[in-house]
């Protein structure tokens, strides 16, 4: 079985249920008993969450094609200088 669609001028898109090459070109629209011709579009096929289709051809692509990074991805983060409060201590090194 495939599903097929059809428009009909008033009512819009009728899916149906049928066996694979055996749509006709045309049905009877079974709301307003117009016709309603066969629409070609792709398959209904599911190909999952898109961020998880990322992922995964990311992850493939870098077993044979590594990205070349200069720096690790993230939040760049940058030095941060802390006030001391006892001046004996400002001038020495943080850790
Ligand atoms: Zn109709």
Redesign the pocket.
Known sequence: MATYEFR????GV?TLQLPLGEAPASIT??????S?RRLFSIPQLRFGDPRARRLIAETTASASEPAVVSAPQGRRRTPRVRPSADPRTAMLPAP
């Open positions: 009909c001028p008033t009512d009728i629209c079974p709301e307003c008993t117009d309603a």
